[in-house]
């Protein structure tokens, strides 16, 4: 079992009722923790359609999670 911070944004953050919250998962990769918060609050995102930061970097949804990991969701942003 890990425990991480996930914080969501824009759409994910409207679906979620939150910005932030701290969760226990058996996830061993960034998209299952995915997997497991859109389950949760119901996301209409598939995971191939949002981007992932662990620490304010960038990584691949199939990067290893770790206990302790301050995850964002980013879904698309249309700006203009």
């Known amino acids: 079992m890990k425990q991480v911070t996930v914080k969501h944004f ?3 953050k409207e679906q979620a009722g939150c910005a932030e919250e701290t969760v226990q998962v058996e996830a061993d990769r960034i998209v299952d923790l995915y997997k497991f918060m859109a389950h ?3 996301f209409s995102l598939a995971p191939s359609q949002v981007k992932a930061c662990v620490s304010g970097r960038f990584v691949a949804l199939e ?3 770790e206990d302790g990991a301050e995850v ?4 698309p942003v249309a700006g203009g």
Do not use: Y
Request: hydrophobic content about 45%.
């Open 10 to 12: 824009a759409s994910l």
């Open 40 to 42: 949760k609050h119901q």
């Open 63 to 65: 990067s290893p999670l």
């Open 72 to 75: 964002a969701f980013i879904p």
